[in-house]
């Protein structure tokens, strides 16, 4: 069981409800109980699927007399082909198993459906089995057990006699002075005497109330129950007093005598606890005597107390409250918090740190928090996990700290802040929060820490600087400074103060401040308080003063700042409160200027004191947690992204737009959301992960797309900060794999473990149990046909990842340990080592699958129990055979030595008459050759055949012959290569074995010494004298009649005189291949290593009612390779979109030979409708309303559909990751909107279907979200589709730069010389012009053809609310259009769209006739346009123009707009009236465009390239609006595109009007510019422009300054060529181009 599930059942229902019943019961008899019920209700919450897991957890547990688990019974339902009859009688089988996999699924929602499942199981078992059997039996008493359980954890039924005392409380009122005291000094009183107990120690320092603060276990001590009829502890009085319960001391006295008096009872006199129930009384009644002698002065007590310097140490039942209780299962976090005193650190750390130090204190409020029981929070904490326990620890935290390495650090010096010393504490709380569960007790631990450590910094913080004056003093003059220089800081705020308080309005003496005097009510206004975040009012400003609040200066500048905000964020622009906010932050800016630079703090004081101060600004701290650091770059990634244009596109972002501006808005999005408030929640510490920021600007994001129209700017905005948001958080994870780990590979290493542990088993004198095994056949000789098994071939499959399922990997190895014991004897050692091995495995798979809660599988199912009746059947059916198999053996056994005997005295007859005759005699010691053996020595002897290695016998006997000869008598040794045996058999280095064959042999023929040892012996001692080569291992004996190997159990052997010394280090046991194994005999069985060994499975027809004739269900069926399930989820062939749609598979049937399936559709995200801001989890799918009949032919594969709860919890071991998908939504079709759901539909299963193998995590993961498929998609058509109109923005933008700038040098003059470069070069282009004139045709007849009637729009009413707001930003800009499209009639949205239209068809119908081939060789149309004037200049008026109002200015006089081409691109203004007569200009400023113009485009020279570069309309017509000129035009209709006279703009008679273009097109677009240019025309000139003079211009005529040079459109080409200048380039361009204009002229008649 791994750590984290022990924790969790040690600390839920045992700790979380006891003393809980009673206290509810207690409560529900005082009066008024109505209203304290419900609080206590919520004091102590039951976990409700702890409580479960405890129930299960004692019916799994309960075991009977002879200690045998009574639910072996209940594991699995019985099979189907074993029992049918079982089906028929139970309609609802459930079993053990299911029910574990509902709880690890938390299906249970309440202990009533436990228990609902627990009878259904039961009575199954006892409607099936008789009564009188033994599975009857079990089922009555674990109900029983089941029961009893249940009414100790859920229902203690101990209330009645707390009625009868809350009664007699009532019944005795008045008879103690504690009665008349109020209810808040009592209470008060009450927690002095709880806290004198809980405090108590003895002279040893131990907790004399360690064993009072909680109940006893009711699992631990079931009698304790029984003997205490009124259990009660510390805690229960504590929350007591909480609620008020007593209304006297007495009645507390009552409680704390009922506790010891227990404690008595049921403990033996003299014990420890027996004393400590006495000394609780005894403290008691002693403080409750001083309480009441000193009740007059008890205020004053109390007053002394707060002030004293116990300050850190807090009342429990008040701290308490202040962090809730959220860990009340958690019997450490449940109860109070108070501050451990008796195991301070200070006295220790006395002489190098102080207790006055912050840093210190922050430390110590974290170390010594404990709860009302006394155990520690911190305990966790105090040292760093093992590394060999935890070694995943220390992967997952990359810096691992704890409370002994920060007090190390804090003991040498390293803490210079309170930040840094946070910071350390942050990063240990977040290393414990990361690598625990959040369910976890640690989790919770670092929680409850976190919070008392920000507690504690706000006290510090906040403490007044009494502190320091205490360590000051011992310096008088030190005080003194001290106390002016805080007198001058709060002089100066108070100043300040006054300052805006005493302003007054000009004219009405109106004081300025009244409004801001208090925060708005709540009953008036109540959608302030969702609107302000952070409320702030001058009153509570003042109170911060007084009390000295803020430490510094700037702290109380930041509050007027912020509550100045609030009133402009909240209230329209231009109202009063608006206005007066303004004025009043104008008036505090000048005051504090007034008043100079604040005085220096940091020259007064101690060192020391210095050290606290510098600790008091968190908001500069330089240190960070990690969490900080991701979400502050997480938020300045978006907040500083800008366009390719430098524009910030979180601007407009920043902050909620006002409810004047546009009260709608708040209309349509429910959850308003700013960048400011998230940095807010950012700076409160709001955000536990990264995921709540992403979520909050997703939700920010989503607002924006939701109330802007979808072909707006700040659609498009919001849709690339998202992208960058995301690509931004991609960018942190880095490395980190967030991710499900693969189950396939912790499956695969699991079966390796417990194969390697299994065939490691040894016995305890080191043998390995499977090593007599090796000798099994991988065929059976009793089923040929079956593929080879043996443990070989089990090896070769693990070692290749062959398994992906327990039960797979387990049948095998049965099978291989059941042919063992088939194939060999009873009493043989391989049947008892396979018997040993079979039951190892069951233990260790158990362990390592931790009995379902690691890897769920069938194969959990056979338990000891089943082997232990496999094996007594195996015996009992083998036992009788082998009877007369060796009644057999011995009958010829018998007559074998009858033969055998006669042929012997027939063969040595004479040899033993003589020896028998002389009576040879025997001695123990022989010399030969100078060679000494004696009886036990081992020798070589001369092998009997030439080639072979000398025979190893052991001397059992010498002698001497009468002739002198000297011989021995003893036992041969076989070598592994004398032996006959298996080719699969492995041995022992230098092993050899003892035979049954003994004889004489002549001393003569011994070669030499050698030593055999015993295997027990071998590994681990020596012989002295012998080479290594000569010494050999025996393990087993050799019978060769039989052919057979045994293992020796005891050395018989004669006494040896070899000495025997210890090995310096054991020898390994190494075993080798037997020298008859081929090299390919491994791998006979390996031919289909690549594939997976699969479970067996069959065809599971099931009867449907119903069913349409000729059709069979099944609920398991193979089909084309595949085998399917009811409930599997299958991908289908779905034409058209980019991933296959998934179908489960509910109803599966074969009808006329095809087999069909039937079951819902999901969908992917791509399918659904929603904005691109919306994030989905990685492969999430969302169910549909689909549900079709589908052939199994366009089946594709499998996969799996999990739910949210069990895709983050486990995975089945036989789909890869990237098959298993997630769905928590049904999508719905009619209403475009995803809803959650609970849960996916569960199926069951019959005994033959193979179900799938559960693997859980061991952490839960933590899927991330992804950006939507639609998100690059929009931005990309967005992109497209206003790039005109930002290109023509940055012309606004230029036009705004020019406006208020002075006229330079610079800037164009048509009075300029002829040489001028300006006169010479027609035109010349912005440089953020290239990027839109250099479209081909092919990408410039797309974004003709991305018209709509918003854009048209946004691209005329843009110029106008410019106009109307200069100040704007671009991201305002775009938000004022989207609302004025928003309030725009339906009527006039319906034009907009047709003339959109009307333009797209232009487009279309133009764009044939214009492909046309340049006469010039290999110069495409566009190339030679280059030197076409922009269509924004003044002379190209568009004939689709309408007026437009208020773009003029300050001149004001009507006008005539131009109508800029449909993309965008900005209407501007064009001539206005001349003071000089501007409609009688001569008549010859008004030419028509002759053929060979230069730089003039004739009527039809705008080709498809002046279309693809400059985005003008197609047919090139440059139309004078009619009343352009007219001085007595009246004012223009409101909005652009109301034709003039009720017709049409575009329809309205024009007259062609050419013009050259001015040297600057941009300049030209602003009317001052124009104005100077229409001022430097004079009457001298026969023309507006010098086209005569710039036809004639030479290269060699003109002088280009560097700065001339700089601005020429160099861009246009890739490189000079081979011109010694890009102006020599330009040049030569220039003439090619007007070349090829006139030969267009003349070819075409033009």
Request: glycine share 6%.
């Amino acid at each position: 069981m791994s750590a984290s599930s022990k924790r969790r059942r040690a600390t839920s229902p045992s700790s979380s409800v006891s003393g809980g019943g009673d206290l509810d019961d207690a409560a529900s008899s005082t009066p008024g109980s109505g209203r304290k019920r419900r609080r206590i209700s919520s004091v102590a919450p039951v976990d409700t699927i702890a409580v479960c897991h405890e129930l299960f957890n004692a019916v799994r547990d309960h075991k009977d007399d002879q200690g045998r688990q009574l639910c072996e019974f209940f594991l699995r339902v019985p099979k189907r082909r074993n029992q049918p009859d079982y089906y028929e009688m139970v309609s609802q089988p459930i079993d053990m198993t299911k029910i574990q996999y509902k709880l690890k699924s938390e299906d249970y929602q309440d202990v009533e459906h436990l228990t609902a499942d627990f009878q259904l199981m039961f009575r199954n078992a006892k409607s099936f089995y008789k009564s009188d059997s033994e599975e009857y039996r079990a089922a009555c008493k674990l109900w029983e057990v089941y029961l009893q359980t249940r009414t100790e954890f859920v229902q203690p039924g101990d209330g009645d006699e707390d009625d009868e005392d809350g009664d007699d409380m009532m019944d005795t009122p008045g008879m103690s002075t504690e009665d008349e005291t109020s209810s808040g000094s009592l209470k008060e009183v009450l927690e002095q005497l709880l806290e004198v107990i809980v405090s108590h120690t003895d002279p040893s320092g131990r907790l004399v109330s360690e064993l009072f603060q909680k109940l006893p276990s009711k699992v631990h001590y079931p009698d304790y129950y029984a003997v205490i009829k009124e259990p009660i502890d510390l805690r229960a009085i504590a929350q007591r007093i909480q609620i008020g319960y007593y209304k006297s001391v007495n009645a507390m006295a009552k409680d704390i005598d009922l506790m010891a008096k227990n404690a008595k009872t049921y403990n033996e006199p003299g014990s420890q606890v027996f004393k400590d129930a006495n000394t609780i009384k005894k403290v008691f009644i002693q403080r409750k005597t001083e309480l009441e002698h000193a009740e007059p002065t008890k205020s004053s007590l109390r007053i002394r107390n707060r002030k004293s310097g116990q300050g850190d140490r807090l009342s429990g039942v008040n701290v308490a409250l202040q962090y809730g209780s959220e860990s009340e299962d958690d019997p450490v976090l449940s109860g109070s918090v108070c501050y451990d005193e008796g195991e301070s650190e200070a006295e220790s750390q006395s002489s190098s740190m102080e207790m006055s130090n912050p840093i210190f204190q922050l430390y110590e409020a974290v170390r010594g928090a404990r709860n009302n029981q006394g155990q520690l929070f911190s305990e966790p904490f105090q040292q760093l996990p093992s590394r060999r326990e935890y070694p995943d620890y220390y992967q997952q935290i990359k810096q691992p700290t704890a409370l002994h390495q920060i007090r190390a650090k804090m003991k040498n010096g390293e803490y210079e802040t309170m930040e840094q010393m946070e910071s350390d504490l942050n990063l240990m709380f977040e290393n414990a929060k990361r690598y625990n569960m959040p369910n976890s007790s640690i989790y919770k631990r670092a929680f409850r820490l976190q919070q008392i450590m920000q507690a504690k910094k706000r006290e510090l913080l906040r403490r007044d600087d009494d502190d320091g004056d205490s360590i000051l003093s011992s310096d008088a003059g030190s005080i003194k400074r001290k106390s002016h220089k805080k007198n001058v800081k709060k002089n100066r705020m108070k100043a300040l103060y006054a300052a805006v308080t005493e302003a007054r309005e000009a004219g009405t003496n109106r004081r300025l401040c009244d409004l801001f005097m208090v925060k708005p009510s709540k009953k008036d206004y109540p959608d302030y308080y969702k609107v302000i975040l952070e409320p702030m009012d001058l009153k509570t400003i003042e109170h911060n003063i007084r009390s000295e609040r803020y430490a510094t200066e700037e702290a109380l500048m930041e509050d007027m700042r912020l509550m100045f905000r609030n009133a402009r964020h909240y209230n329209e622009e231009g109202s009063q409160v608006y206005n007066d906010a303004d004025i009043l932050e104008k008036i505090l800016k000048d005051k504090r200027k007034e008043l100079g630079p604040p005085p220096e703090e940091d020259d007064v004081g101690s060192p020391k004191l210095k050290l606290r101060k510098s600790g008091v600004s968190p908001k500069k701290s330089k240190y960070l947690t990690p969490l900080q650091q991701r979400l502050n770059e997480l938020y300045d990634a978006v907040r500083n992204f800008t366009d390719r244009r430098g524009r910030r596109l979180s601007t407009i972002f920043l902050r909620l737009p006002s409810r004047a501006e546009l009260p709608d808005y708040y209309a349509t999005i429910k959850r308003p959301i700013d960048m400011e408030r998230l940095r807010s929640h950012m700076a409160t510490g709001r955000y536990q992960d990264v995921e709540a920021l992403v979520e909050d600007f997703a939700l920010m994001f989503n607002n924006a797309c939701i109330y802007n129209e979808p072909e707006s700017l700040i659609y498009r905005d919001a849709l690339v900060l998202h992208r960058v948001l995301l690509e931004t958080r991609k960018l942190q994870e880095g490395g980190e794999d967030s991710g499900a780990p693969a189950v396939g590979p912790l499956v695969r290493e699991l079966t390796r473990n417990l194969f390697v542990s299994m065939l490691g088993h040894q016995d305890e004198e080191g043998r390995c149990y499977s090593d007599s095994l090796a000798e099994i056949p991988a065929v059976d000789p009793a089923a040929p046909e079956k593929p080879p098994l043996n443990f070989d071939v089990i090896r070769m499959n693990v070692e290749r990842g062959r398994y992906r399922r327990l039960d797979v990997f387990q049948e095998q190895v049965f099978e291989v340990l059941e042919k063992a014991r088939r194939l060999h004897r009873t009493d043989s050692e391989i049947f008892d080592d396979s018997v040993e091995l079979q039951q190892f495995f069951i233990k260790i798979r158990d362990e390592l699958c931790k009995n379902g809660e690691i890897l769920l599988s069938t194969a959990l199912n056979y338990t000891l129990k089943h082997l232990h009746n496999d094996v007594e059947q195996e015996k009992r059916e083998k036992i009788p055979k082998e009877i007369e198999e060796d009644k057999e053996k011995k009958e010829d056994d018998e007559e074998e030595e009858n033969k055998g005997g006669a042929k012997a005295e027939d063969l040595s007859g004479d040899a033993f008459q003589s020896e028998s005759e002389s009576e040879r005699v025997y001695s123990q010691d022989c010399s030969f050759e100078n060679r000494t053996y004696h009886v036990g020595d081992f020798v070589y002897v001369e092998p009997s055949e030439p080639n072979l290695k000398p025979h190893i016998v052991c001397i059992e006997r010498l002698w001497e012959d009468e002739a002198g000869g000297k011989w021995l008598y003893g036992c041969w040794f076989y070598r592994p290569s004398e032996t006959f045996h298996l080719a699969t058999r492995k041995f022992l280095e230098k092993e050899v074995f003892k035979s049954d064959y003994y004889n004489k042999v002549s001393i003569s023929k011994v070669l030499g010494k050698c030593v055999v040892m015993f295997v027990k012996d071998y590994f681990k001692l020596q012989p002295e004298g012998y080479r290594a080569e000569d010494v050999y291992v025996c393990e087993s004996r050799y019978a060769a009649r039989n052919k057979s190997f045994k293992k020796i159990k005891i050395w018989a052997m004669p006494v040896s005189s070899v000495k025997l010394a210890l090995r310096e280090v054991p020898l390994p046991v190494v075993r080798v291949a037997s020298m008859f194994a081929k090299p390919d005999q491994e791998t006979f069985s390996f031919t289909d290593s690549g594939s997976f060994v699969d479970k067996e499975r069959e065809d599971v027809p099931m009867e449907m009612s119903g069913a349409e004739p000729g059709c069979q269900y099944y609920e398991q069926l193979r089909y084309s390779n595949m085998w399917v399930k009811v409930g599997d989820c299958v991908y289908i062939q779905s034409h058209g979109l980019s991933k296959p749609r998934v179908a489960r598979i509910e109803k599966l049937w074969v009808q006329n030979g095809t087999t069909f399936f039937f079951g819902p559709i999901f969908i992917h995200p791509e399918e659904t409708e929603h904005e691109p801001t919306k994030m989905f989890y990685k492969r999430e799918v969302f169910l549909s309303n689909l549900e079709e009949t589908l052939p199994m032919t366009c089946v594709i594969g499998k996969c799996m559909v999990s739910s949210f709860k069990d895709f983050l919890s486990c995975r089945p071991t036989e789909v890869s990751e990237e098959d298993n998908l997630l769905c928590e939504s049904r999508y719905i079709e009619t209403e475009k909107q995803m809803k959650k759901f609970k849960g996916l539909k569960r199926f069951s299963y019959s005994s033959k279907v193979v179900e799938d193998e559960i693997y859980y995590f061991r952490k839960l993961i933590v899927p991330q979200k992804e950006a939507s498929p639609f998100l690059d998609k929009k931005i990309d058509e967005l992109e497209v589709k206003l790039a005109d109109m930002e290109d023509a923005d940055d012309d606004m933008e230029d036009m705004d730069e020019e406006e208020d700038a002075p006229a330079t040098p610079s800037m164009p003059q048509m009075q300029t010389p002829l040489t001028s470069d300006m006169d010479i070069m027609p035109y010349t282009p912005s440089q953020s012009t290239p990027k839109v004139k250099g479209l081909s045709k092919k990408e410039g007849a797309k974004r003709k053809i991305n018209m709509s009637g918003y854009i048209l729009f946004s691209s005329e009413m843009r110029a106008v609310i410019k106009a109307r707001h200069p100040d704007f930003s671009f991201g305002e800009l775009s938000r004022l259009v989207g609302t004025e499209w928003r309030n725009l009639e339906a009527s006039k949205k319906a034009e907009y769209e047709e003339r959109a239209a009307k333009i797209v068809d232009q487009q279309e119908r133009d764009r044939p006739p214009q492909k046309q081939v340049s006469p010039r060789a290999g110069t495409p149309v566009g190339a030679l346009m280059g030197m076409v004037p922009s269509p924004n200049t003044m002379g190209m008026i568009n004939q689709t123009m309408t007026p437009v109002p208020g773009m003029m200015g300050a001149y004001g006089q009507p006008y005539m707009a131009l109508q800029g081409p449909h993309e965008g691109l900005l209407s501007v203004a064009p001539m206005p009236p001349h003071p000089a007569g501007g409609p009688h200009l001569p008549p010859h400023h008004l030419q028509q465009g002759m053929p060979g113009y230069p730089g003039m485009l004739h009527q039809g020279m705008m080709g498809a390239g002046m279309n693809g570069m400059a985005g003008s309309p197609a047919s090139g017509n440059f139309m004078q609006q009619p009343g352009m000129y007219s001085p007595g035009q009246h004012a223009p209709p409101p909005y652009p595109g109301q034709g003039q006279l009720g017709q049409p703009s575009h329809l309205q008679p024009t007259t062609p009007m050419f013009v050259a273009p001015p040297p600057k097109t941009q300049r030209v677009l602003h009317s001052e510019a124009y104005l100077k240019y229409i001022e430097g025309l004079n009457s001298e000139s026969s023309s507006v422009s010098k086209w005569d003079q710039t036809l004639k211009a030479q290269r060699r005529d003109a002088h280009l300054t560097k700065e001339q040079e700089s601005r020429l459109p160099a861009h246009w080409l890739k490189s000079k060529g081979a011109h010694t200048t890009m102006a020599d380039a330009l040049w030569r361009l220039r003439d090619l181009m007007l070349r090829d204009s006139l030969n267009m002229c003349q070819a075409y008649n033009l």
